[in-house]
Every structure is written in structure tokens, then in C-alpha cells.
């Protein structure tokens, strides 16, 4: 086992991860399909960007039902994505350049084309029967009221066993069953297995559900439509994490960072208190579903989004750690969810929800073409969608006649996956130049006008706002470590807060809106002078107490 002690053992606190969807990301043979040796030859963009960290979407065997989130062979690169040694060419690039590399270990269930699956199957006796949820019928139904997270129940029926198996996600992703050691046992060896490669650790896949509630009882009404509470509670979660952390994370510094689709604001520290050995960070859902109710967008207001940003905080306290995210797979493009994608207003927006991210004291996480200004993809049919959510909603919903099809079609506008997986869009030619072929997923017609070509071109662009936030969080300690506080809370247009480290304090200020205003500072704050603005406007000069905010400015200045 390769031992690897570093400098810093939390040197993921510093570190600016950024995401790769590997399907829609660059894509190198023609197929239409983003593949490893795409990413390889993009490594030089990410280095100028300034990225610590690569966050590498699953690349593992996988039949895709949930693109690639059901893994069939966990020691097995996918064949569209290229081979091992095409793996081993990227992570030595990466290194070469000095970025590191997480990968996505998804644990909680597996490929249903899995060999532990093809045996558990065969008979109520075989050797991995054990390795899944397996349960008799009740009333001549499933084992109880579980929701599939992708629609009807979460029990398949299996006749060749006359037994059902249990699946939190697609029927072709079977949970596995974590109170069996041997479970636990193979999982760390594809930890060690891939962490022997030269990974520096894991984003973990809904890893709260893996353990299930004793005796999987019926869930309450209340928790019907949101399964979530109840899946991320299981007894022995914290167990199996501190099992996990001791076996395999701590020999290897590995960094982990959590999945916390469930877990709430009270739950949260248990995972991340650096003093209980569990997990590195987590991702809360709470920014992220602001305005969501499962598939439906719904209303949200500035004051809300603060008072999330203010307990996610708390959260870490002074032993944990937090990530800051606004987009990534599993959620609309930033831009259009909580910025303003009109034309007028884009580039500004991206800016300011950059500057938002990255002045955290958290680690952020960028979503490919997130320093593009990438928005939503303008979706009008269903045949249009990839998404297997989406599919498995559209049956259980719109054909059963429970909601008109124009209704889910509109929501799904706002709030589909699929907007954030549409190809990266990297140049003005053909298919944005993510691929000489047909494409997987359509590509976003305005790639004409914003792509990475342009914008690396252009020293006001969005992507180039985000290298100079990249350096100045690594050149100023404060604004990754320093306490954070909203000083305005219930202001409806302007979020403004302040990162204090012993004698250095900065206060960064940003205008939710299109409507310019005079803001005086609260607390008898000064200014002292502007170390980085998005150029929506004219920033305050030294001693300023009143700051004369452009609509959607983002200013961040030394106090």
C-alpha cells in the first residue's frame, strides 16, 4: 500500500475542486462522447484556470442505465471513455501539472450487471445473496411503502427467487447491503485499489443511505413524497464512515468528501467534526433545492438563500469543514437557476455567483462551463431529455394522467439534470468543438456566442473573472479561512458579508438584482480599498461608508 503524508493534512481546505461530467466534457475519437483522453488534452485549460482538484463524474463499467452511476465493474474503466492505461495517462498529466484527482465511489448501490448481483440472484443460498436487500412479499406486495427515488417503489420483484431486492434509484441500481462485513470488506479494497493508483480521494454517492432502517418499516405520510430524512438516517451510518475512515481514509490522507442528499443542519457536523474521523467535507442540498419540490420549481427570495449560507456555516463550526457548490450534475446550470441568463445580464451574473462560491469558508466546487457562463438548454419535448429521472417521472406522472404534460414540461425547463449535461462548449465550430461526430446530448444553440475560445480571449470575460478570484483566494488566507458573517441578512437585494482572519477583515458585496441602489454599510463599516470587482460598475473609494451598487455588481474590498 502506498503511503502518501502530506505536507498539510487538510490541504483540501485550500484546494478549488473542479467538475468533470466525462460523457460531456471533450470528446477524442468522433464517437460523440466525451472520453478520458478528451479531458487529457484539455489539462492545460484547466491548469491556466488555476483548479487545484478534479472531481472525475463515475468512469467506471457501467450498462449506463444512470449514466454510469451503476457500476458493473468498479476496477474497470467504461469502454466509451477509453482503457486503464488511457486513466493512468490523464491522472499522470493531472500530476504533472500539479492538480489532483478525486473520483466518485458509488457505494451504495451497484449495476444490477455486477457479477455480486448476477450471483445474488441465482438462488436464495448462494454466497452473495447477502451482498444485497433481498425480502419476501407482504399481502402479495412489496416488503413495505419505500419510493424509488426515480419513481414507483423502491422493491423489484424477482420470480426466479420469488423474492423482491430493493433499489433507492433505477431498477437496475440493487442496493447493497452494508451490514454484511463482506460488503464492507470489498468496498475498501476498490478504495485501496484506486487510492494505490495515485487518486487523492472520493466524492461519495449518496453515501448516508448506506445504512438502512432496522427492519425497513413503512415510512410515515410526512415522508412519502421525500424519502430522503428517513434514507440518510440508517442506525449504523456513522459506524460504517468511522470504519471506513479508520481502515482506509486516515493510512492514506485521503480526502472524503460526502453526498449529504437527507441530511439536515442538526445531523450534518456528526459527519464532518474532524474529531470523529468520518468525512473530509459534505455537500448540502439546501442552496441547491431552495426552490425546488422534488420536480416542481417553486418561489425563492435573497433572505432565504442567506439565512441557508449562514446555518451551512455553523455547520462546520470550528472542527469540520464545508463545500460550496451552486451547480453541478444533478442541478440546473447556475447561471440560469440563480443568476440572470438573459443576454443583458449573463456575463454580470456568472461573475457575481463566482465571487459568491469562491469567498466561502468552504471548498468550492466548480461545475464544467461554470467559468463559461453556461446556461440551461432551451428543452420543449420530452423526447429531448436523456434523463432516466426524468423518464421514470414522465410514465409514473403524465401518462397516468396525475399531471398535464405542458405542466411537468415547464418545470422540467428549470429544474432538469439535463440542463447541466449538455456538451461543453468549447469553441464557435461545429458541435461547439466537443466532438467531430453526433453529439450524445444536444448541444446548447448559443455556443456560438459563449464558449471557451471566446472567453480565454477576452480579459473581461467570465472565465477569466474566475482566475483572478481563483488567485486571489490563494493569495489571501482570510477569505478561505476567516469567520464568516452576513451583516445584512434581511436586505431583499443585497448579500453582504464579511471574512475576518485576526487583523484582516474584507467585506464582499453583491447585488442580487437589475436595479441599481445606494447601500449604506452596516455597523459603521469603511472601506479601505476594492481588491477585485466584476465591472458591472464603479467600486467606492478609501473611507467609503455608502457604496453606490450597478445591478448585479459584486465587489470584494479590504475593510
Do not use: C
Not at 501 to 520: I, M, Q, W
Amino acid at each position: 500500500m502506498e503511503k502518501r503524508p502530506l505536507p498539510n493534512p487538510a490541504w483540501w481546505k485550500d484546494a478549488v475542486v473542479y467538475q468533470i461530467y466525462p460523457r460531456s466534457f471533450m470528446d477524442s475519437n468522433g464517437d460523440g462522447i466525451g472520453d478520458l483522453n478528451g479531458i487529457s488534452a484539455k489539462l492545460d485549460y484547466l491548469q491556466e484556470l488555476g483548479v487545484d482538484v478534479v472531481w472525475l463524474s463515475p468512469h467506471f463499467d457501467s450498462p449506463n442505465a444512470d449514466n454510469g452511476y451503476d457500476i458493473r465493474d468498479y476496477r474497470k474503466v467504461m469502454a466509451e471513455f477509453g482503457s486503464m492505461a488511457d486513466f493512468d495517462h490523464l491522472l499522470a498529466g493531472m500530476k504533472a501539472r500539479g492538480i489532483q484527482l478525486i473520483i466518485d465511489l458509488v457505494v451504495n448501490h451497484s449495476s444490477d450487471e455486477h457479477d455480486w448481483f448476477q450471483q445474488s440472484r441465482q438462488s436464495r443460498d448462494n454466497p452473495y445473496r447477502d451482498f444485497y436487500i433481498w425480502r419476501d412479499a407482504v399481502d402479495g406486495g412489496p416488503p413495505n411503502n419505500y419510493p424509488s427515488f426515480f419513481g414507483g417503489s423502491a422493491w423489484q420483484w424477482e420470480a426466479h427467487t420469488g423474492q423482491y431486492y430493493l433499489h433507492y434509484f433505477a431498477t437496475k441500481q440493487p442496493d447493497l447491503n452494508w451490514e454484511n462485513p463482506d460488503v464492507r470488506h470489498e468496498v475498501y479494497e476498490v478504495m485501496r485499489f484506486w487510492l494505490d493508483k495515485g487518486v487523492a480521494g472520493f466524492r461519495m454517492d449518496v453515501i448516508p443511505f448506506i445504512s438502512k432502517q432496522d427492519g425497513l418499516p413503512n415510512l410515515p405520510p410526512e415522508h412519502l413524497a421525500h424519502p430522503e430524512a428517513v434514507y440518510a438516517s440508517g442506525p449504523r451510518v456513522h459506524q460504517y464512515l468511522q470504519d471506513m475512515h479508520r481502515e482506509v481514509l486516515a493510512p492514506y490522507g485521503a480526502v472524503a468528501v460526502g453526498e449529504a442528499f437527507g441530511v439536515d443542519f442538526d445531523a450534518a457536523p456528526l459527519f464532518t467534526d474532524a474529531r470523529r474521523g468520518e468525512l473530509s467535507m459534505v455537500f448540502h442540498f439546501d442552496i441547491v433545492r431552495l426552490d425546488r419540490d422534488n420536480w416542481r420549481k417553486i418561489p425563492w427570495t435573497l433572505p432565504q438563500l442567506k439565512a441557508v449560507y449562514t446555518r451551512i456555516d455553523q455547520t462546520g463550526g470550528s472542527h469540520g469543514w464545508n463545500a460550496a457548490f451552486l451547480g453541478n450534475h444533478d442541478n440546473p446550470r447556475a447561471v440560469s437557476h440563480f443568476g440572470d441568463d438573459r443576454p443583458a445580464w449573463r456575463a454580470l451574473s456568472a461573475k457575481a455567483l463566482a465571487t459568491l462560491t469562491l469567498t466561502q469558508r468552504a471548498t468550492p466546487f466548480l461545475y464544467q462551463g461554470d467559468e463559461l457562463g453556461m446556461a440551461n438548454f432551451p428543452f420543449e419535448r420530452i423526447e429531448q431529455y436523456d434523463d432516466v429521472e426524468v423518464k421514470g417521472n414522465w410514465r409514473m406522472l403524465v401518462e397516468t394522467g396525475q399531471v398535464p404534460a405542458a405542466e411537468y414540461l415547464a418545470h422540467l425547463r428549470e429544474t432538469s439534470r439535463d440542463h447541466a449535461r449538455t456538451p461543453m462548449q468549447w469553441s464557435a465550430d461545429a458541435h461547439a468543438g466537443f466532438t467531430t461526430g453526433t453529439p450524445w446530448l444536444a448541444v446548447n444553440p448559443d455556443y456560438v456566442d459563449w464558449n471557451a475560445a471566446a472567453q480565454t480571449a477576452d480579459p473581461q470575460s467570465i472565465y477569466h473573472h474566475h482566475r483572478r478570484l481563483l488567485a486571489l483566494r490563494r493569495s489571501t488566507p482570510a477569505l478561505v479561512h476567516g469567520a464568516y458573517h452576513d451583516i445584512d441578512p434581511a436586505h431583499p437585494q443585497v448579500f453582504a458579508y464579511t471574512r475576518t482572519l485576526g487583523d484582516h477583515a474584507y467585506l464582499v458585496l453583491l447585488n442580487f438584482s437589475t436595479e441599481a441602489l445606494p447601500y449604506a454599510l452596516p455597523g459603521g463599516l469603511r472601506v479601505a480599498e476594492a481588491v477585485l470587482d466584476n465591472g458591472a460598475g464603479d467600486t467606492a473609494s478609501a473611507g467609503a461608508t455608502q457604496v453606490q451598487l450597478a445591478p448585479w455588481q459584486a465587489t470584494v474590498y479590504r475593510l
